[in-house]
């Protein structure tokens, strides 16, 4: 398929071109998401002080908005990177972490939508459709917990925001409003650790610095997370989630582009 | 034993409740803390805002107040935090990380013992010492160091302050004030990680959330790190620390009731 | 030689006194500092509030200043710690994360570097030839890209600062401006891990502890995580980088003096 052939490529390309990072992330599965970014080849770069941070995203290829432990300070180290990167043109990538959980939550991740342009918004379903309902959905948000109404919600966002829309699952849903894929690797076991999601989004920021198509670098890095899972499954024996945490990370730095062409279960579709 | 059989049972209860346990905790070792919450079956999230703590506890099954690395704003969060928690019922697991350090410790662990009701109290023998002679101890701090005078000490500040106290260290001791346990599990190597005993913290949180009896639950997630510790380093092989760290994760992650049945040391005595 | 055999002199102290190492660091590799500490034989805390960082310092047998992840709140404790530990006695090592990155990171350095008297400046070439670069350097920055001229600038900023000066690399080079030491160890998967400079700060810190010759203290903590890179790789088979990781703090763990006096591979100038 075309579509692999490209993500297969940018893989190479992430390696070749080291791509400089920016993450205002949580202290969570910080290390996580810089150890994975390494992994593919990339180069992370954590700074989140207000002082700093309109420098440091304009020496980077792509920003990552991750508001896991937000707080007022780095919420407005956000803003900050997040404008400065808009002007540079740098891709901001922004993990809406726990939005519905808390009012601050959900209405940073919303302000951060509206006031900087996003090139890729990745999330959960829980995440996506509550920022969905909170801008006034035009459908009900509660019938819409499988995977087609997924995909309506994000393709809905996507062509409002103009920006691509991942939502994470069993099956993944990405679009860009014209071009949606279905990913359909991974593993449950991604679920029962920490930071999987975190790092997905780090990989999308990765490629982020590699490629103008958001689109194709929101299915490379979610694509990159999900072989990762299978492939660190596999290799389980009688590890448990520990093991597997580690191997994740083994995985993406030995992964090779015919890993993506061999193992990538991609379903594109118009619209 | 009856009381393993309940903490055998405790097991299979997180697993199919999976308590949502908020934690304010250091960031040396949140990312341990997290992984061996969802490795037990529990669903861990950590925010220390204080602009979303409230809200955030109102979701939860219990809250780890842990001050490893506490700060100004973070301390302002975890009163705020722990008062809604009491107002809500939700059970608060305190581990009072360094007191006895400095005066902010020793001040903010006593302070919040004081301001907020505590579910469990977990701590070494030096930290709940340095705890129990700033309340003006009825007898003589220095000459508790031995197993017996820390029970001793627990049984009196858990009959002050209403709340299980838990002495961690060679052999547990867990008191509510009327029942006393003794846990013989764990192993040396525990004490060259780091965050073991904040994640024995986050285990007892994780069991608060299954059950009201505090005294079970600080019982059950202590012996629980214990037994992960045996079985780590039973299968550590040529591996050190860093291997021993990652496979208590794994052991939380395979934990059965059958285990907690078999190799559980618990001895009980009244008072 | 030696030297070598005074290396493994003090690994064998640093056991025996398990040093306490106060660290003011970033919360991206901070676990993986504090278990590198504790595989070595040390203690760490990490302590950062303004208001104990005084205290705690006091406790301590060395502080490590890391500006991975600074912010305005951090710096002051930098600078309160770090002068409280002049006062002390208690040596200082810095690790300028990303001086030349932003103004803010530079500066921080550049003014630490003048208010507090360091025992061991440790970082890369980029760096330390900022920090020299930014105090007006006597020859041209650009030309100084490989290792003679690493040297060069090292021991004209050791002499000037009158502290040790060790700038790590494929070849790392240490001197206090009269005696300079370079290590062949390491190996480059060491790169493709995020914190390994910063865990070789924290085992110079660790080494610190134990010796008043900081120079030599800089030579340990920098052979050590070299060595532990050469063996983490040699049993590394079909692991990833996730799994290097992990074997660092392994061969840390077990590290002994046999392996520095047979391993180490040091060549010393007068200088």
Redesign the interface.
């Given at each position: 398929m075309e579509t692999l052939q490209t993500l297969a490529q940018m893989l190479t390309e992430v390696k070749s071109k080291k791509p400089l990072v920016h993450h205002i992330t949580?202290?969570?599965?910080?290390?996580?998401c810089?150890?994975i970014v390494?992994?593919l080849g990339g180069s992370?770069?954590?700074?989140?002080?207000?002082?700093?941070v309109a420098?440091?995203v304009g020496?980077a290829s792509a920003l990552v908005l991750n508001i896991?432990?937000?707080?007022?300070?780095t919420i407005r180290s956000m803003f900050a990177a997040g404008k400065r990167a808009n002007e540079k043109g740098v891709p901001v990538v922004l993990d809406p972490v726990?939005a519905g959980?808390?009012?601050?939550?959900t209405e940073t991740a919303g302000r951060l939508m509206k006031e900087v342009k996003l090139a890729v918004l990745r999330g959960n379903l829980s995440e996506i459709k509550t920022l969905y309902g909170a801008e006034g959905a035009t459908r009900g948000v509660d019938s819409t917990a499988d995977a087609s109404g997924a995909r309506e919600i994000a393709v809905e966002m996507a062509r409002k925001h103009r920006c691509v829309v991942a939502i994470t699952g069993a099956q993944d849903v990405v679009t860009d409003g014209k071009r949606t894929g279905f990913i359909d690797n991974g593993h449950p076991l991604l679920s029962?650790?920490?930071?999987t999601g975190c790092m997905a989004t780090s990989l999308v920021g990765c490629f982020c610095g590699v490629t103008r198509d958001s689109y194709l670098a929101a299915l490379a890095g979610i694509m990159a997370l999900g072989l990762a899972g299978e492939k660190a499954q596999a290799g389980l024996g009688d590890?448990?989630?520990?093991?597997f945490?580690?191997?994740?990370?083994?995985?993406?730095?030995?992964l090779e582009s015919c890993d993506v062409l061999k193992g990538g279960k991609l379903t594109e579709k118009d619209g």
């Open positions: 949580n202290y969570v599965t910080v290390n996580d810089a150890n390494l992994a992370p770069v954590m700074a989140d002080d207000e002082g700093e420098e440091m020496l896991g432990t937000l707080n007022e300070r726990g959980a808390t009012p601050l939550r029962q650790v920490t930071g590890g448990g989630t520990g093991t945490r580690i191997s994740l990370v083994d995985v993406i730095s030995r």
